[in-house]
């Protein structure tokens, strides 16, 4: 699945929402995770989605 995710994202070491656009995985629960790096310091990023229909 080559989805990608556009918005926000929480980063854990700014402590602050971020826009950021990533790629879309599902993991073997169904739930689709979007993974991208933050902007300003370069840390991952890692946002779930609701499940795929």
């Known amino acids: 699945m080559s ?3 556009s918005g926000k994202f ?5 402590k602050d929402h971020r826009e950021a ?5 599902v993991n073997e629960k169904g739930t689709r995770i979007a993974k991208a ?3 300003e310091c370069g840390t991952n990023l890692t ?3 609701p499940k795929s229909a």
């Open 3 to 5: 989805d990608t995710y």
């Open 10 to 14: 929480y980063c854990v070491k700014c």
């Open 21 to 25: 656009e990533g790629a879309v995985s």
């Open 37 to 39: 790096k933050c902007p």
């Open 47 to 49: 946002r779930f989605l």
